[in-house]
């Protein structure tokens, strides 16, 4: 088994963070190979951002496959550009906030969550990604909540207000994820 | 085994530091800035030393000189700034200083692309500097690999008194993956080997009570220089028993991959999935390009291969020169080839069996 | 009877100078000895030599030496001292090596303010390879890559380390001696053992630089070399101290 997940974004959105959060979690509570790779480019700042996360049984081989399993798209310019990735019957989930364009194809499982709004109204723009993480998380089930918590709450800040802040974020985010699962 | 989630470059540079690294010189370029970076965090930690030289040449010369006192000292760059290092490395084999470097290549020739490719693989196995040396060219697959071959590279470092390559690029240096480091070498330790090293060491010697140490990166005698020459060539000859390979389902193969350090690994999961559609494919994946592991070649059954596939993320192909040499005409040798910051897609490997296998 | 002075033990003692008569290399090597046997680091010291008639007296010391790729020393020097700390290192470079090819490694060493000497022996030419123009050969000086003399419209003037490094915040001591009278041979002994006593006591980066002559490519003979050298070489390049940051 190999899971092949893409996700992208503007730069700042947390994109990397979100992929590289999965990915340790995978590291830090199964026994599986992962590989995370960054895509990476000349500037520092703005433009898009996307990684690749691959799960698999066996070691990875391709750190960036043609064709996902799971796409995570956090802005409109992401969706035209990688829509084309993701196989058939493989989950797209958009960050419908910002992504107002229709999707172009009836052939996959789509998965729509208003995180940058969920971030806005939580109070901090930054978490959008941790938010997400959860709604993957609630939508797919390919790792326990408890663990994919314990390494968000692990990496990311050690501040009591921010431990609360995440929490909720990937609460609300796991929410939206079953929810959609249950349909 | 306690599995850390760590990116190329840092797995490179803990294992350099466990391995007993105690000095580190290098110059910023992408995609190795994790490498510098890591070591100015982390050498000051272990009672080392990192500087940030002016350039390429001159971080190569400071680990030169480092190197010299017995201290085990790398540095590490990218494709182009590596050409710059050619100097020191040339005189590095010559005067016998052990040390050890990372290539995480990018596109070339000239500035070429930031991307990941694999196009410097004759400046790494033949021509790494003037002077014909060689030295033992590691090109790892995986960050586990990248942190166990950095970590022995020190060892064979100093026991040939040579320079030794970790042939990488830019996917390599770049990603995370799970990595159990090698053991920490105690400072007890560390510092005793630096102690074993003192006779020959620059660090001072007393004249008037023994010999003193004399590194030298060429000699005024015409004779001791081609006896140098003849001991490093006997040195090199010395290698054959180092070369190191992964032999991938060779045994009822058709069609023989060759591909190393990326590409490797991802014409390994071709060859897994290949299998799974019957194809009879297989691989042999150097894992010291140099010395080259030619005996691998041997072991195939030459009736029954139709083709040896050399897969690399280099245009003109490279490694495919070494290929031939081993394969001596057995059968005929075909690429599937990427370059310019492509990094080559399992896909395109698994078309080109495929369509090997029905020719 | 006393013996009052001897061969420095810095310099082994079956060798045959083969440098070219009037040269002051040997003078160098020996002041240079003679300074590391009285401060008695000669067992702990480690000479970086760089490429050209500099690196020729690595035959003649009896001492610990590398050679650097060429302008490289103190790059190499830094090295050197940064992973052994309490070995005394020198590096010990001609005009060409220090001030030209390796003129960056010289000015970022000294910027990191590097706990090393630096003996410069700036005699206006290239000697090795034979007579090429140097970034410190004096204005209307014929060399073989300058055959109608060092034009400022086409090469520039001659570059003055000790003036340019004095630009520098970190570097301690910065001095230009000379080697021709017995006075200023002395005088420089002082200055060379005022750079190594800096690093002893962990000061930071000393510079001294040695103005000498190259009878051979001078195309002069050593008399009229010493002339030459008095005449113009120091008018173009003054001696003195232009920094001592130790001074009491």
């Known amino acids: ?109 789509i998965v729509k969550a208003p995180v940058t709004d969920i971030s806005l109204e939580l109070g901090n723009p930054k978490v959008l990604n941790v938010i997400m993480l959860g709604v993957y998380i609630g939508y797919t089930g390919i790792l326990s909540e408890e663990l994919m918590l314990a390494t968000i709450l692990g990496q990311l800040g050690k501040k009591a207000s921010l431990l609360e802040l995440n929490k909720t974020a990937f609460a609300r985010g796991l929410e939206i994820g079953k929810a959609a699962k249950g349909k | 085994m306690k599995r850390t989630f760590m990116k190329g470059c840092e797995a490179i540079a803990e294992a350099a530091v466990r391995s007993g690294c105690r000095f580190f010189a290098g110059y910023p370029i992408t995609p190795q800035n994790e490498i ?93 500097g003037n002077g014909g040396f060689r030295m033992m060219v590691f090109a790892p697959s995986t960050v586990q690999e990248a942190a166990d071959m950095t970590y022995a590279a020190f060892d064979y470092a100093q026991r040939d008194r040579n320079p030794v390559l970790i042939l990488a690029d830019g996917v390599l240096g770049a990603i995370i993956e799970p990595v159990v480091l090698p053991p920490m070498r105690p400072d007890e330790e560390v510092s005793a080997m630096k102690k074993a090293q003192r006779s020959w060491a620059l660090v001072g010697h007393d004249p008037a009570k023994e010999p003193r140490s004399f590194i030298e990166p060429g000699h005024w005698s015409i004779q001791e220089q081609e006896q140098s020459c003849k001991d490093n060539a006997a040195l090199y000859d010395s290698w054959e028993k180092d070369a190191q390979e992964e032999s991938l389902m060779i045994d009822d ?44 070649f041997d072991k195939l059954n030459y009736k029954r291969v139709k083709a040896i596939l050399d897969v690399e993320m280099s245009i003109p192909a490279q490694m495919v020169y070494d290929v031939r040499l081993a394969v001596k005409d057995r059968c005929p040798i075909e690429t599937c080839l990427r370059s310019g910051g492509e990094v080559i897609r399992r896909e395109e490997i698994i078309a080109s069996v495929r369509a090997l296998s029905k020719a | 009877m006393e013996k009052v002075y001897g061969r420095t033990a810095a310099i082994q003692k079956d060798m045959v100078s083969s440098l070219c008569p009037g040269c002051m290399h040997s003078t160098m090597f020996k002041l240079i000895g003679e300074v590391l046997e009285k401060l008695d680091i000669l067992s702990r010291t480690a000479s970086v030599f760089g490429i050209g008639c500099c690196g020729l007296g690595m035959q003649y010391i009896t001492y610990d030496n590398v050679t650097a790729p060429h302008g490289r020393a103190c790059a190499v020097a830094t090295g050197v001292k940064r992973s052994t700390p309490e070995t005394i290192v020198y590096t010990y470079q001609g005009d060409g090596d220090l001030a030209s090819i390796g003129l960056g490694e010289t000015i970022s060493a000294a910027n990191r303010g590097e706990n090393i000497t630096v003996i410069f022996v700036n005699n206006g030419i290239y000697g090795m390879t034979g007579g090429q123009m140097a970034p410190t050969t004096l204005v209307g000086m014929k060399a073989s890559t300058a055959p109608g003399g060092r034009n400022p419209k086409e090469h520039g003037y001659p570059l003055h380390m000790c003036e340019i490094l004095n630009q520098l915040t970190a570097p301690v001591y910065l001095e230009r001696c000379t080697c021709n009278t017995p006075a200023n041979v002395i005088k420089t002994r002082k200055a060379i053992e005022k750079a190594f006593q800096n690093q002893i006591q962990g000061a930071g980066f000393s510079m001294v630089e040695v103005v000498t002559s190259c009878p051979t490519n001078w195309g002069l003979d050593p008399i009229e070399s010493l002339k030459f050298l008095e005449e113009k070489m120091l008018t173009e390049f003054p001696l003195g101290v232009y920094r001592d940051r130790q001074e009491a």
């Open chain 1, 1 to 109: 088994m190999e899971r092949n997940i893409m996700v992208a974004g503007f730069g700042g959105q947390g994109v990397m963070v979100m992929g590289k959060l999965l990915s340790n979690a995978v590291c830090d509570s199964t026994t599986q190979n992962v590989t995370f790779f960054p895509s990476y480019g000349a500037e520092q700042r703005g433009g898009t951002a996307n990684c690749y996360v691959v799960i698999s049984d066996e070691p990875v081989g391709s750190p960036m496959s043609d064709t996902v399993d799971d796409l995570v798209i956090m802005n409109g310019p992401s969706l035209n550009k990688f829509l084309g990735k993701l196989k058939p019957g493989g989950i797209l989930f958009i960050n419908n906030t910002i992504v107002k364009d229709a999707v172009s194809r009836d052939d996959v499982a």
């Open chain 2, 36 to 128: 510098p970076e890591y070591f100015a965090r982390r050498l000051p930690e272990v009672g080392g030393q990192f500087v940030q030289g002016e350039s390429e040449v001159a971080s190569i010369s400071m680990v030169y000189g480092a190197a010299q006192t017995g201290t085990r000292a790398m540095t590490s760059s990218s494709s182009c700034g590596i050409s710059l290092k050619s100097e020191g490395i040339s005189y590095c084999a010559s005067a016998h200083v052990p040390i050890v470097y990372a290539n995480i290549s990018r596109g070339g020739p000239g500035v070429g692309t930031i991307q990941p490719a694999q196009q410097d693989y004759f400046q790494a196995t033949k021509a790494s």
């Open chain 2, 253 to 296: 193969a058709e069609i023989v991959i060759a591909a190393y350090g990326i590409s490797g690994r991802i014409a390994r999961s071709a060859v897994s999935l290949l299998r799974k559609d019957g194809v009879k494919v297989g691989m042999i994946r150097p894992k010291t390009v140099s010395p080259f592991p030619e005996k691998a």
